[in-house]
């Protein structure tokens, strides 16, 4: 009933940037907390960046200063502008939401937890 699309993934030499664009999509109310992780081969998927309601926001000490997550209530949609890129920022990268809260039949209403993209590859290369 509810899912989450990524995209603007791709190749990018170091130093330049790249923004990736996360779309809720379905009948939905509201959503909690959304967030960017990125995971590489052979490694746990890790929290890249993570935004309440109200805008604060959280990051992996690898990104701070370079890595800016945004959100847009309105839209259902969150965005992760990505600066001063290195090639260990090469990973998928997966948009989530830990609670949406969407409407079902005859306006009740459910919630889906921990809902997760497929996925955008980034590969920072020279």
């Known amino acids: 009933q509810v899912q989450l699309v990524e995209s603007g993934g791709g190749l990018v030499q170091p130093g330049g940037s790249l923004r990736l664009s996360c779309a809720a999509l379905?009948?939905?109310?509201?959503?909690?907390?959304m967030g960017w992780y990125r995971q590489v081969p052979g490694k746990q998927r890790e929290l890249v960046a993570l935004?309440?309601?109200?805008?604060?926001?959280k990051y992996a000490d690898s990104v701070k200063g370079r890595f800016t997550i945004s959100r847009d209530n309105f839209k259902k949609t969150s965005d992760l502008q990505m600066n001063s890129l290195k090639p260990e920022d090469t990973a998928v990268y997966y948009c989530?939401?830990?609670?949406?809260?969407?409407?079902?039949?005859?306006?009740?209403?459910?919630?889906?937890?921990?809902?997760w993209g497929q996925g955008t590859q980034v590969t920072v290369s020279s």
């Open positions: 989530n939401a830990d609670q949406i809260r969407y409407y079902i039949k005859d306006d009740r209403m459910a919630m889906e937890y921990d809902s």
């Open positions: 935004i309440t309601p109200s805008g604060r926001t």
């Open positions: 379905g009948n939905i109310a509201s959503i909690n907390d």
